[in-house]
């Protein structure tokens, strides 16, 4: 069984920033796709940005140009940088992976973006 612990939420000011982790551990044979989605209250669940297993990475038109997911195989770890952060940005983030062909959520970590 894999298991995702993220970290790296919180509270920030308008403009802020914060960078979330993921990692990935338990039985692993393959990782493939690693990424981030998001759910604020009232909304349904929006995905953030996505990262290949080589590196293709894909990301919602909100985010774009303000948010960078990157990855490390070695450590099946995934990334997501946040700048520039909005009042609208404020969500519960989860994790998610495909892992041995199978998709795996994390529980989520809180970020509020509030002055």
């Known amino acids: 069984q894999v298991q995702l612990a993220e970290s790296g939420g919180g509270l920030v000011q308008p403009g802020g920033s914060l960078r979330l982790s993921c990692a990935a551990s338990g039985r692993i044979v393959r990782v493939d796709s690693m990424g981030w989605f998001r759910q604020a209250p009232g909304k349904q669940r929006e995905q953030v940005a996505i990262i290949s297993d080589d590196g293709v990475t894909t990301y919602a038109d909100s985010v774009k140009g303000r948010f960078t997911i990157s990855r490390d195989n070695a450590k099946n770890t995934v990334y997501l940088q946040m700048n520039s952060l909005k009042p609208d940005d404020t969500a519960v983030y989860l994790c998610?992976?495909?892992?041995?062909?199978?998709?795996?959520w994390g529980q989520g970590t809180q970020v509020a973006v509030s002055s």
């Open positions: 998610y992976c495909t892992a041995n062909s199978r998709p795996v």
